[in-house]
């Protein structure tokens, strides 16, 4: 795709084993939670992965950046990134956008003007803050928000807590959400992730 | 889209929407793509006249331009067009440095500049009286940015956009009139439509 100009490319061969501090007994990039996540977007040629990064997410940001089948970039909202992946599924490219539990807040307009009305397959992972150990109250606020609005537009959604399970759940909602032309955000919970903790 | 300075937005013609999207629709002869922005933008599109690669929003404002960003993203050969009132994009400057970034050659933005929210009663915009869409677009990165002098001048701009190495953008100044038909709000017929008209989908 035309904007891999300018980004600095590495070669995916040689990705170490994930230092993911935050994920507790991760080996390798592909037994990881962020591993999976990789290599089951691959598999199913979701090549547009635009984000607005948390910390959680590091390490899969880092990765996909580091792999020339994706397309990653930052945006400046998550909203805007939500109306680049329904562009570019229109266009024929596959796409899921990468956010955090405070900007899922950010979304319920675009889901509902957007994604749902016209049928548009838009995955989302979420990060999950708020929760499990918050140490900023208003994480923890804005948490409570995002399944409230799920289930207020009746939208799919699951929580990853498992790793054993974590495959299984990614790779089936992303084929359900294209086959059914539906929406769908796969919550990352701190069980999955070992989440933020209070360190400064 | 040289390097002269571009004049000051108040000493350029003020225009009118359906003008000037006819004139630019009058101009597309390879099946580009046209994402019209939230309500009169759109509603000016569809009046110019129904084409199967136009895409109308009905919501999300400010997402014209990611939303045609992520289709010439998808379609790098293909020249996407995308329309936005300069309310909608306020909402979304931060895609300006997005689109400056990733630098799409395929794709012209169009800003509808008329200093008002015309649809919901034609209230100011906060930034009506001392911004600048240009220069907010020049400073976002988006070197391929100038105000159209009057409708030659857009159309020039339109053309030089054509061929241009890096993505466009065209400040317009109108008026404040309404748009002149109002698009039929079927938000999957307009996708599907889309997608056939960019080659993605067959019919049924």
């Known amino acids: 795709m035309a904007m891999a100009e300018g980004q600095t490319l590495s070669q995916a061969s040689d990705k170490k084993p994930a230092q993911e501090t935050t994920s507790p007994g991760s080996t390798s990039p592909e037994q990881s939670w962020h591993g999976i996540v990789l290599q089951t977007l691959k598999r199913n040629d979701i090549r547009l992965v635009p984000y607005v990064p948390d910390r959680v997410l590091t390490t899969l940001i880092k990765n996909l950046h580091a792999d020339p089948f994706f397309t990653t970039f930052p945006t400046a909202r998550e909203e805007e990134a939500v109306g680049i992946v329904s562009g570019a599924w229109m266009g024929g490219t596959k796409g899921a956008v990468l956010m955090q539990t405070s900007g899922f807040a950010t979304l319920a307009n675009v889901l509902a003007s957007l994604a749902i009305p016209y049928q548009i397959p838009l995955i989302m992972f979420v990060s999950e803050r708020g929760t499990l150990g918050e140490f900023n109250y208003g994480q923890s606020l804005v948490c409570r928000t995002m399944r409230p609005v799920l289930d207020s537009l009746a939208m799919e959604h699951h929580t990853a807590t498992r790793l054993d399970e974590f495959e299984f759940i990614v790779d089936r909602s992303i084929k359900q959400a294209i086959t059914t032309q539906a929406p769908v955000a796969l919550i990352l919970s701190p069980l999955l992730t070992g989440g933020k903790v209070f360190d400064k | ?204």
């Open chain 2, 1 to 204: 889209m040289n390097t002269q300075v571009t004049p000051p937005a108040r000493n350029t013609k003020v225009m009118n929407r359906f003008d000037l999207t006819s004139r630019l629709i009058a101009k597309l002869k390879h099946e580009e793509a046209v994402v019209g922005g939230i309500g009169n933008t759109n509603f000016d599109l569809w009046a110019a006249g129904h084409r199967p690669q136009n895409f109308y929003m009905l919501g999300s404002m400010g997402l014209a331009f990611p939303i045609a960003l992520g289709v010439a993203l998808a379609q790098p050969k293909r020249r996407v067009f995308a329309l936005e009132g300069d309310g909608s994009l306020l909402m979304q400057l931060g895609s300006l440095s997005t689109i400056a970034t990733l630098a799409p050659k395929n794709l012209t933005m169009v800003v509808m500049d008329n200093g008002v929210y015309q649809i919901t009663g034609a209230q100011p915009t906060p930034g009506a009286a001392v911004s600048d869409i240009v220069a907010i677009a020049l400073g976002s990165g988006l070197a391929n940015s100038a105000w159209a002098a009057d409708e030659e001048d857009f159309e020039r701009l339109i053309d030089q956009s054509l061929s241009a190495s890096a993505p466009t953008l065209i400040g317009v100044r109108i008026d404040d009139k309404p748009g002149v038909g109002t698009t039929r709000r079927d938000p999957v017929q307009i996708r599907e439509r889309f997608m056939h008209g960019l080659g993605v989908r067959q019919p049924l």
